[in-house]
């Protein structure tokens, strides 16, 4: 575990006290929660609104209306002329074959 050392207003200070003690538990755990708290509610995935889903989706099937459909020289031409570079190394040959077989059962 890290050690902080860090300088607050006294009246935060005492905010923060007040809470604690209102919580129940020490000022550094009521501190370290608070943080948690602040920074997690960067990672949570938020609900889209059902208006927001119909925007997209309609956007969506425009983009697939407007792209077409590929023909199977079209397809192949792209496979050509695609970059073959080596695999990550948490890639392993069996993942790699793994991979193979279910592109080759999709095809």
Do not use: C, W
Request: net charge negative; hydrophobic share 40%.
């Amino acid at each position: 575990m890290s050690r902080l050392t860090l300088r607050l207003p006294e009246s935060l200070h005492q905010q923060l006290s007040h809470q604690a003690s209102q919580e129940g538990v020490s000022l550094n755990q009521y501190i370290v929660y608070a943080l948690t708290k602040q920074v997690n509610q960067h990672y949570f995935v938020k609900p889209v609104l059902p208006e927001d889903m119909e925007k997209q989706q309609a956007s969506f099937l425009s983009l697939l209306n407007n792209l077409g459909i590929a023909t199977s020289e079209d397809i192949q031409l792209a496979l050509e002329e695609r970059e073959i570079v080596a695999p990550e190394d948490e890639l392993t040959q069996d993942i790699m074959a793994q991979f193979q077989e279910k592109i080759k059962a999709n095809s």
